[in-house]
């Protein structure tokens, strides 16, 4: 089992950039399938961005070229390096983990999830 804590949310500018962090506790951490999903008020929640465990990505279309994902398995963690912010990115930001091989996009999939970090972007 693995629990997840996310951080590095907060209120920034449009154009303006922060980036997140999921720090993992438990073994086998570079084993999990890593992903970012948000989720707005009163909307369901969106995936936004996923890595493999061979470090492949995959993205939203909202995001590509404005967000990076990328993990360190030395330190159990995996980020979220989020540029050229819009006011549409704001959400409570979600890290999830999948033992699964496969790189699944559908949040359903996911075995574990973190409390989730909030995600401000004014106009």
């Known amino acids: 089992q693995v629990q997840l804590v996310e951080s590095g949310g907060g209120l920034v500018q449009a154009g303006g950039s922060l980036r997140l962090s999921c720090a993992a506790s438990?073994?086998?951490?570079?084993?999990?399938?890593m992903a970012w999903f948000r989720q707005a008020p009163g909307k369901e929640r969106e995936f936004v961005a996923v890595?493999?465990?061979?470090?492949?990505?995959d993205y939203v279309d909202s995001v590509k070229g404005r967000f990076t994902i990328s993990r360190d398995n030395a330190k159990n963690t995996v980020y979220l390096q989020m540029n050229s912010l819009k006011p549409e990115d704001t959400a409570v930001y979600y890290c999830?983990?999948?033992?699964?091989?496969?790189?699944?996009?559908?949040?359903?999939?996911?075995?574990?999830w973190g409390q989730g970090t909030q995600v401000t972007v004014s106009s």
């Open positions: 999830a983990a999948d033992q699964s091989i496969m790189v699944h996009t559908t949040a359903y999939r996911y075995d574990y």
């Open positions: 890595i493999s465990r061979g470090g492949g990505t």
């Open positions: 438990g073994r086998a951490f570079s084993t999990y399938t």
